[in-house]
């Protein structure tokens, strides 16, 4: 989805800041909102968990581990679940490790518990409640701590492996796509416009609905706010930028993965955001020169690379476009969605973004097929 926000820690030692912070949210967030928490529950399609809550005797040496310096097992599990499923950059003393830690010190690590456990529930739609999470961390913490470890390294081996997780803004795994096998389907055509049709068995199309935000919106838009003069220069050009630089994401609120609505902190929260009230124009730096003198703090007059207002505008328009795409095929009996179109080109960001969209707005349940050899997608309706 969006590119990741250069986040630059401030770390003094063993202490991450951006932990902290995390931390700190989600025990504001709790005593918010404690009945809604404590009457939370998965939904019913939430999988049963891998690996057993009594099976805490194997490895032996998490085990060992685990009941010499349970903080360190809490710490890891933490950092595989927020930072990297692979433990890059892991250090045993860290952040979380010490929070555990103070909180067993006065008896309270029933509740970092409980709450790493929801997180671990809700990022993989684990089975379970919050009722459940604290039972369990209060009926053997070693057991809880080296269940939640466990099941961690699996599911996000898991996910690695298949590119799939629950949260549905994860990058998606581009593959060519294959003329639809079903019908209906409903055929998304972007142009300068986008069309939404609905194709039946016999091949006959219905215009269902449409939307003027489409790939002639988008290009006035690039050529107002850039120097781009093509659409394929304005696709290179995107695939360079990095939006975290104009949009505000959700990692720039919270600080973390906002795992109760499944959104990595990477996701777009406000296109542009950073660019309000600031001047981002390169020709009109020249033009304001003198002006720009006479401020008294010349930082904040900050300029956004054309790549990055490039990236920014691809991402919400073909973004908007799969919201779309989702709520009209849910409307039409959820048949499969397939997009194709002048605008739609062989550019690995458009397609994913796509992907992306539909996969999220659709919580998963359905795909999206983007057709860019315009050949097919004629065969597709004749």
Not at 117 to 129: D, I, M
Not at 141 to 169: F, H, M, P, V, W
Not at 202 to 213: A, K, P
Not at 263 to 274: E, P, R
Request: glycine content about 6%.
């Amino acid at each position: 989805m969006a590119t990741p926000a250069q986040t630059n820690a401030q770390n003094n030692g063993p202490i991450d800041h951006n932990d902290l912070n995390e931390w700190k949210g989600r025990f504001n967030d709790v005593l918010a909102r404690p009945s809604e928490h404590v009457n939370s529950k998965s939904p019913e399609t939430s999988q049963p968990w891998q690996n057993s809550f009594f099976g805490c005797f194997s490895p032996i040496s998490l085990c060992a581990i685990t009941c010499c310096v349970p903080c360190v097992t809490f710490g890891k599990t933490h950092h595989r679940l927020q930072k990297n499923s692979n433990l890059e950059g892991y250090e045993p003393i860290n952040t979380s490790c010490l929070m555990f830690w103070a909180s067993t010190c006065v008896g309270l690590h029933w509740i970092p518990l409980a709450l790493q456990r929801a997180n671990l529930r809700e990022k993989h739609n684990l089975q379970g409640s919050c009722l459940v999470d604290l039972a369990t961390a209060c009926c053997c913490g070693c057991c809880d701590l080296i269940q939640q470890d466990k099941e961690a390294e699996y599911r996000e081996a898991q996910s690695a492996a298949t590119g799939e997780g629950y949260k549905a803004n994860e990058d998606e795994t581009i593959v060519p796509s294959t003329p639809p096998k079903s019908h209906p389907y409903l055929l998304v055509n972007i142009g300068s416009g986008v069309s939404f049709f609905q194709v039946s068995e016999n091949n006959q199309c219905q215009r269902i609905s449409g939307s003027s935000f489409g790939g002639s919106a988008l290009c006035g838009l690039l050529l107002l706010l850039t120097r781009a003069r093509t659409y394929e220069d304005m696709l290179e050009q995107a695939e360079k930028g990095n939006n975290a630089n104009v949009d505000k994401l959700i990692g720039d609120i919270y600080g973390m993965d906002y795992n109760r609505i499944g959104m990595k902190m990477t996701a777009v929260a406000s296109t542009f955001c950073k660019a309000f009230s600031l001047e981002h124009r390169p020709e009109a730096e020249a033009e304001t020169e003198a002006e720009t003198q006479s401020v008294e703090n010349p930082a904040d007059i900050k300029s956004f690379s054309d790549a990055d207002i490039c990236h920014s505008l691809v991402f919400a328009v073909f973004n908007n476009i799969g919201q779309l795409a989702t709520l009209h095929s849910r409307i039409h009996g959820n048949p499969d969605i397939y997009f194709t179109g002048p605008y739609v080109q062989n550019c690995q960001l458009l397609i994913r973004t796509l992907c992306i969209a539909v996969r999220y707005y659709s919580q998963g349940e359905k795909k999206a097929h983007v057709v860019v050899n315009q050949g097919q997608a004629g065969d597709l309706t004749a």
